[in-house]
């Protein structure tokens, strides 16, 4: 069964750091979605994409943040200079119809 | 604005006896309504979803949910609570967009007791 798939599983880095997490969407889907989880708190909507621009973005996904589909099949999530607070699950997700997006496992980000 | 209201945070239930987590929605526009589960360091599991047609929807793991437009809820059930159902579950809420995002609830953990 086609999956979404996420990398790094894991990743720590220092404050002020540049982070790209990976994102390999199912292969014909063309909405592509990324969500924030903070430790214990709700799943909050970031940004999606489509048609290799965004089509929405929420107040969180600010000009630290950015998503590029660089080859057709990855798509990434940049965190320009990491803070405290951007430590989190990320979620990538994707769809093809209206009804239902498909999530990744998850990529949990540590800021120090 | 469309929002998703799930009430209380944390329920617990024994072995055994019925679950039911609560979700109300708001929109003014038909939604598409779901119920994903995240069990411990994992990602989020589709249990089920309503788009058209039966309001009653079964899902996986014995999980069930009825949309009622009257009382714009989605509340989830499950008859009989298993131990391994013991995770956090999140409703959540779409419309009748195709790139339209998914808008989750706060979540309930649902504890299982022994």
């Known amino acids: 069964e086609p999956e979404v798939t996420q990398t790094p599983s894991h990743q720590v880095t220092q404050m002020g750091q540049e982070v790209i997490l990976r994102c390999v969407p199912i292969?014909?889907?063309?909405?592509f979605y990324w969500y924030r989880q903070i430790l214990g708190q709700k799943v909050e909507f970031l940004v999606s994409?489509?048609?290799?621009?965004?089509?929405?973005k929420s107040e969180i996904f600010d000009d630290q943040f950015s998503v590029e589909r660089p080859d057709g099949s990855n798509f990434t999530l940049k965190i320009r200079s990491t803070k405290l607070e951007d430590s989190a699950m990320y979620f990538c997700?994707?769809?093809?119809?209206?009804?239902?997006?498909?999530f990744g496992e998850g990529s949990r980000l540590t800021v120090l | 604005a469309q929002s998703v209201t799930q009430l209380g945070s944390h329920v617990s239930v024994s072995e055994g006896a019925l679950v039911l987590l609560r979700c109300n929605y708001s929109?003014?526009?038909?939604?598409?309504l779901f119920w994903y589960v995240q069990y411990p360091n994992q990602g989020l599991q589709l249990l089920l979803k309503?788009?058209?047609?039966?309001?009653l929807v079964k899902g996986i793991n014995g999980f069930e949910a009825e949309f009622k437009k009257s009382e714009t809820s989605f509340h989830l059930t499950k008859p009989s609570a298993h131990m391994s159902d013991a995770a956090e579950y999140f409703c959540?809420?779409?419309?009748?967009?195709?790139?339209?995002?998914?808008?989750f609830g706060k979540g309930t953990r649902l504890h299982i007791l022994p």
């Open positions: 994409f489509y048609n290799n621009e965004i089509s929405e």
């Open positions: 309503y788009t058209t047609g039966a309001t």
């Open positions: 292969s014909n889907h063309l909405y």
């Open positions: 997700a994707s769809n093809r119809v209206a009804g239902e997006l498909f």
């Open positions: 929109s003014s526009v038909p939604p598409y």
């Open positions: 959540a809420v779409s419309f009748m967009n195709r790139d339209d995002k998914i808008i």
